[in-house]
């Protein structure tokens, strides 16, 4: 009951900064969509206000994000013929007191990051649940390559306490890119930036779930309302 309790407060949560970010569109504009459910309510209220007329084209970060885009009539566009983007609308794993994420719990961390760096700006939606002071109690997903992958994984291994091939059903999980995700534990984490540097160094490492610096806005909860921040220095987790 009391978990029911928390799930539904944090889809409430998910669904006021989804909107508020909404809000936040501008018509014309060229956007990248992220991936998650945060983005499913970010999506239905964008779909609400192109239905009252407001003109967008997006660059969907994933398979599951093209399905939200047709489901919300959000016309779609080639990423390559967009070239740069206005703005980018995603969700988090983790955000630190410093503005520092984890993402890729949805397996679309290497195209989000690839959309989230082509855009002019980048919106961040996070729900109270997500915020903590360090990175590290999420997993940190790892995008590698399926070609000597056993390989990957033991270097993985080597640097982080925990680290598994992300398995659904009994199967690895295969990205949208062709590739695996390992999920690794490495405790609280005190350099993101250099971590992702360390782990980027692994041939055969394609990409890490570490953002680090990309957040210009942070849409999250505070005394159950959506709040916008803007720098880490506005950053107080806690109510
Ligand atoms: O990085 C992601 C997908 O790769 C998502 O943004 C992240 O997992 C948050 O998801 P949700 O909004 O469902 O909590």
């Given at each position: 009951?009391?978990?029911?309790?928390?799930?539904?407060?944090?889809?409430?949560?998910?669904?006021?900064?989804?909107?508020?970010?909404?809000?936040?569109?501008?018509?014309?504009?060229?956007?990248?969509?992220?991936?998650?459910?945060?983005?499913?309510?970010?999506?239905?209220?964008?779909?609400?206000?192109?239905?009252?007329?407001?003109?967008?084209?997006?660059?969907?970060?994933?398979?599951?994000?093209?399905?939200?885009?047709?489901?919300?009539?959000?016309?779609?566009?080639?990423?390559?013929?967009?070239?740069s983007l206005?703005?980018?609308?995603?969700?988090?794993?983790?955000?630190?007191?410093?503005?520092?994420?984890?993402?890729?719990?949805?397996?679309?961390?290497?195209?989000?990051?690839?959309?989230?760096?082509?855009?002019?700006?980048?919106?961040?939606?996070?729900?109270?649940?997500?915020?903590?002071?360090?990175?590290?109690?999420?997993?940190?997903?790892?995008?590698?390559?399926?070609?000597?992958?056993?390989?990957?994984?033991?270097?993985?291994?080597k640097l982080?306490?925990?680290?598994?091939?992300?398995?659904?059903?009994?199967?690895?999980?295969?990205?949208?890119?062709?590739?695996?995700?390992?999920?690794?534990?490495?405790?609280?984490?005190?350099?993101?930036?250099?971590?992702?540097?360390?782990?980027?160094?692994?041939?055969?490492?394609?990409?890490?779930?570490?953002?680090?610096?990309?957040?210009?806005?942070?849409?999250?909860?505070?005394?159950?309302?959506?709040?916008?921040?803007?720098?880490?220095?506005?950053?107080?987790?806690?109510?």
């Amino acid at each position: 009951m009391k978990k029911k309790r928390a799930n539904d407060q944090q889809e409430a949560e998910k669904a006021l900064v989804g909107a508020m970010a909404a809000e936040m569109v501008e018509t014309d504009m060229a956007i990248g969509l992220g991936t998650g459910s945060t983005v499913r309510h970010f999506a239905q209220a964008l779909g609400q206000r192109i239905r009252m007329g407001l003109r967008v084209r997006v660059i969907c970060t994933s398979r599951q994000s093209e399905m939200l885009a047709k489901q919300n009539d959000i016309p779609t566009t080639d990423f390559d013929r967009a070239r740069s983007l206005d703005l980018c609308v995603d969700g988090a794993d983790e955000v630190s007191l410093n503005f520092d994420m984890i993402k890729g719990g949805g397996g679309a961390l290497l195209y989000e990051k690839i959309v989230a760096a082509a855009s002019n700006r980048r919106i961040y939606m996070a729900d109270a649940t997500k915020l903590v002071g360090k990175l590290g109690e999420f997993p940190l997903p790892v995008e590698i390559c399926r070609f000597g992958h056993q390989n990957v994984l033991s270097h993985l291994a080597k640097l982080a306490q925990q680290c598994a091939l992300r398995q659904r059903d009994g199967d690895p999980v295969i990205t949208d890119a062709g590739n695996y995700i390992a999920d690794c534990q490495f405790g609280e984490i005190d350099r993101p930036a250099e971590l992702h540097r360390q782990l980027c160094d692994i041939p055969g490492v394609v990409e890490t779930g570490l953002f680090c610096g990309m957040i210009d806005t942070l849409i999250t909860i505070r005394n159950g309302k959506p709040v916008v921040l803007t720098s880490p220095g506005e950053v107080f987790w806690g109510s």
